[in-house]
Structures are given as C-alpha cells and as structure tokens.
C-alpha cells in the first residue's frame, strides 16, 4: 500500500512540510547532477591531457611505481579473495600472476605520466598546495571514518598519506584551471551519466587513491617534468 504523499508524510521524512521536502528533493537531484556534470568533465580533461603524453618516464620513478601498483592489485586480491575461486593449477596461478603483473605495468605508466603532467602544468600556472589545505582535507577524511589520528596511524604511513593528498589536491587544481581555460559543450545527460561511469573507473587507474592507497615517496621526491 502505497503511502499518501502529504505533509504528515514529508515530517515523517524528516522535514517541516510536502512543499519542504519537494524543494530538498529538487536540491538533492540538483547537486547529484552537479556532480555527475564535475565528474564527466574531469574524465574529459584526464583523457585530453593524456592523449599526447608521450613522453619517456623516468626508469628509476617508473619502477618504484611498478612496485606499488603490484602490492595495490595484490591487496585488492586479499579483499576479494572470496568472490573468485582459487587457481585450479600451477598454469592458472602462473597465468594469474603474468596478468597482475602487466595490469601493474600499465597503471604505474599511467599514473605516473599524468602526475607528471599534473605536475609540470601546475609549475606552469603556479598552482600550488598549502600544509594547511593538506591538514584540513585529513582531518575531514578521519572525521568522516570516525578515526583519530593515533588510530590511523597505527597501520598506515602518515607522511605518505600526506604526500598523496598533496598530490590529489594539487591534481584537482589542475583540473580545475583546465576546466577554467576550456570550451564546455552541453551534453546529454544520459549519454553524460554513462561515460561518467567509465571516467570514474577510468581514473583509478590514472590517480591513485588519496589517503589509502600504498605509499608514494615524500614530497619533493617526484621532480616535475613533461
């Protein structure tokens, strides 16, 4: 049985009023799309920026990247161990093992050449992030997990988790800047709604994630270039 849609309804949902709640339902749609138009035109920007990035990366970055794109792919098989079976034999494990690792070598590559991208272009437009941007965006990340951060601590690497959030603020930034300098041509937003879906899976691979991905090297250890 379907519920009357009035105004004790709208107070069971929380708001003063059926006209209240319309008007948060219209706000909630609003910022969704939003963010899905934010979302579609960052992937936008990821791909041209990578489109003619062509340039040779250095070995010595391009291995240590290697290296931490092999332990992500490995953790996430711990995570989802349970959804896929186990290898039937030594060539189904060998054959495994061969994938993760050509999987690895090809988002070290990427990841590395747009944060080197990102990098040069925020040289560029003397983009830059404070400490106290860096404290701020962690303080919000532990209170949104309801974690100190003696807690966070205890298993993660803190000056690495600031030098990724470094990197990711600085990346929106760029991005940002980007936006600012584009031409924006209106789309579909069904046609929006589906390569949205595909940026964002897209951009896991180009950006790793902000504060739990595996450690990257300090600041300042990644030289700028392009």
Avoid: W
Avoid at 48 to 60: G, H, Q, S
Avoid at 149 to 159: G, S, V
Wanted: overall charge negative; cysteine-free.
């Amino acid at each position: 049985i379907l519920p009357t849609i009035d105004d004790e309804f709208a107070k069971q949902m929380g708001t003063e009023s059926l006209a209240a709640l319309k008007t948060a339902i219209s706000e909630n749609l609003g910022q969704r799309y939003d963010q899905l138009t934010q979302n579609h035109l960052r992937g936008q920007v990821s791909e041209a920026l990578m489109k003619d990035a062509t340039f040779e990366l250095p070995p010595r970055l391009l291995q240590f990247e290697e290296s931490q794109s092999v332990q992500e792919l490995l953790m996430r098989e711990q995570q989802n161990e349970n959804q896929r079976p186990p290898p039937k034999d030594e060539e189904e494990m060998k054959s495994r093992s061969e994938d993760l690792m050509k999987q690895a070598k090809e988002m070290a590559q990427q990841r590395l050449r747009y944060r080197l991208m990102v990098d040069h272009l925020a040289k560029v437009e003397k983009l830059t992030v404070t400490e106290e941007e860096v404290e701020q965006t962690l303080e919000a990340f532990l209170q949104s997990r309801n974690m100190t951060m003696a807690q966070f601590e205890k298993d993660r690497d803190i000056q690495a988790t600031r030098s990724r959030l470094h990197d990711s603020l600085l990346r929106d930034k760029v991005e940002s800047r980007v936006l600012e300098l584009a031409t924006v041509t209106e789309v579909d937003p069904a046609v929006m709604a589906a390569e949205n879906a595909a940026a964002e899976a897209s951009a896991e691979e180009v950006a790793a994630p902000a504060a739990e991905a595996p450690s990257q090297p300090a600041e300042g250890a990644a030289p700028s270039q392009a």
